[in-house]
Nanobody, 123 residues
Framework: QVQLVESGGGLVQAGGSLRLSCAAS????????MGWFRQAPGKEREFVAS????????YYSDSVKGRFTISRHNAKNTVYLQMNSLKPEDTALYYC????????????????WGQGTQVTVSS
């Protein structure tokens, strides 16, 4: 069983930056595609970014492309989401996710979820 634990959320002013971390246990991240999703109040959970097992392929939603960067450190079993130029509309609960598929595809199906970390961007 894979467990994912997010950290790094908080309150930041618009234009600021945050880096989220996701620590995995129970399985090596080198065998998992990793992703980030978010859910704002009253809205559905949406895809943010994903990275293939070795980090060689990544996907981003249009709303964060050019501002957010997903990266991974498999030796530490950790995945990161660097968020720059944050906007109030980025306010949401951010979830780490993983799947065991061989290849990363634009549509990220989720086998495992983390509990989420709150990001709040003030205007």
């Amino acid at each position: 069983q894979v467990q994912l634990v997010e950290s790094g959320g908080g309150l930041v002013q618009a234009g600021g930056s945050l880096r989220l971390s996701c620590a995995a246990s129970g399985r090596a991240t080198s065998t998992l595609n990793m992703g980030w999703f978010r859910q704002a109040p009253g809205k559905e959970r949406e895809f943010v970014a994903s990275a293939s097992r070795n980090g060689g392929s990544t996907y981003y939603s249009d709303s964060v492309k050019g501002r957010f960067t997903i990266s991974r450190h498999n030796a530490k079993n950790t995945v990161y989401l660097q968020m720059n130029s944050l906007k109030p509309e980025d306010t949401a609960l951010y979830y780490c996710a993983a799947n065991t598929k061989i290849l990363l595809t634009p549509t990220f199906s989720v086998d495992y979820w983390g509990q989420g970390t709150q990001v709040t961007v003030s205007s």
